[in-house]
């Protein structure tokens, strides 16, 4: 994107230009929705019932930077499709449920495929060429030890790698899938079954994230962590690592559904929202494909810890303002 700003010019008459990773991306503006964010969110409220939370609640909730002026401003994911592959929608206590929600929030006017991962993998009518998504999510992952013991399955995960890697979808992936707890799990040492997963010290994506373990890398894939109310990662979270670093972003994961303390609730709740801004970036910019949808959002992120991308918080903090209105050479 093109923005000239005026210019001083020296004596050779040239300009100066910023080279930013963006240059070249077509960013004409797609239609803003008619209908405003808030709206949908009150709908949403009404619809669950909620009579003791208000929208303002569900804003400082989801506590994401920008994503409340995006919505005013009728960028709400209009016209963009998601799809959650995640465990039981059903009830609003399931885990898949909040993690849908959740994303809803973030672009509410965006359309929702829910699919159990275990159905879809089962099912090779529920393939991404089928589901044909814009952004397609995950907080669930199966662990090496259960992939190397079931072959039909570890053959559909490699498929589902595969078709992730090759659509033109924003993949968002939650960093943390190892279970907590250390030890021995199913046979196998290392946290949570994951044999190069530490029981102690730092957990990276690279050594405890079963997509990661099963050569998800794309350009068009973020791994997404968490981060709490003082701005850091939590001792239960992964961190970016070395490998992973250009790939990850973190952000908020307070859940929605319960009175919000401000403090995080697992990666689980961080990734949607990412998924949600995914959706938002490619309503206003629609010529974007997954990858360069990507790159935006992970460039325009607040910059945490050491300077630039680092192996703790990867990019940094995920900004909706910003991702909404990126800047490429500056004249």
């Not at 250390?182 to 949570?192: A, E, P």
């Not at 360069?292 to 810890?305: C, S, W």
Request: some cysteine; overall charge negative; aromatic content about 6%.
């Amino acid at each position: 994107m093109n923005g000239c700003g005026g210019g001083g010019g020296g004596s050779s008459g040239t300009s100066s230009l910023t080279s930013t990773v963006i240059d070249g991306y077509s960013l004409s503006q797609g239609t803003a929705d008619p209908k405003l964010g808030a709206t949908y969110l009150q709908e949403f409220l009404t619809e669950k019932n909620a009579q003791s939370t208000t929208v303002s609640n569900l804003y400082s909730r989801i506590d994401i930077s920008g994503l409340e002026d995006s919505h005013s401003s009728g960028w709400t994911g209009n016209g963009e499709t998601m799809t959650v592959l995640d465990t039981s929608f059903s009830l609003e206590s399931d885990h898949g449920r909040k993690v849908s929600d959740i994303a809803r929030v973030v672009a509410p006017g965006a359309t929702r495929n829910e699919y159990n991962l275990t159905t879809t993998l089962s099912d090779a009518s529920k393939n991404i060429a089928t589901i044909a998504s814009d952004v397609i999510t995950s907080s669930v992952g199966y662990t090496p030890s259960y992939l190397s013991s079931d072959g039909a399955t570890a053959s559909a995960m490699d498929d589902l790698v595969n078709d992730m890697e090759g659509s033109d979808a924003l993949v968002t992936i939650a960093a943390q899938h190892s279970n907590w707890t250390n030890g021995t799990k199913g046979g196998v040492s290392g946290r949570g079954g994951y044999p190069n997963c530490p029981d102690s010290g730092t957990m990276t994506v690279a050594n405890c994230n079963g997509w990661a373990i099963d050569n998800l890398d794309n350009s068009n894939v973020i791994y997404v962590g968490e981060i709490n109310s003082s701005g850091n990662i939590p001792s239960w979270s992964n961190q970016a690592g070395s490998v992973h670093k250009n790939q990850f972003i973190v952000t908020s994961s307070d859940e929605i559904t319960t009175a919000s303390d401000g403090e995080p609730d697992g990666n689980s709740f961080a990734a949607p929202r990412v998924a949600g801004a995914g959706a938002l970036v490619r309503h206003k910019f629609p010529n974007l494909s997954g990858s360069q949808t990507a790159t935006v959002i992970l460039n325009t992120a607040d910059d945490l810890g050491d300077t630039g991308v680092d192996s703790v918080y990867g990019h940094g903090k995920l900004n909706i303002g910003k991702a909404l209105a990126p800047v490429g050479n500056l004249h």
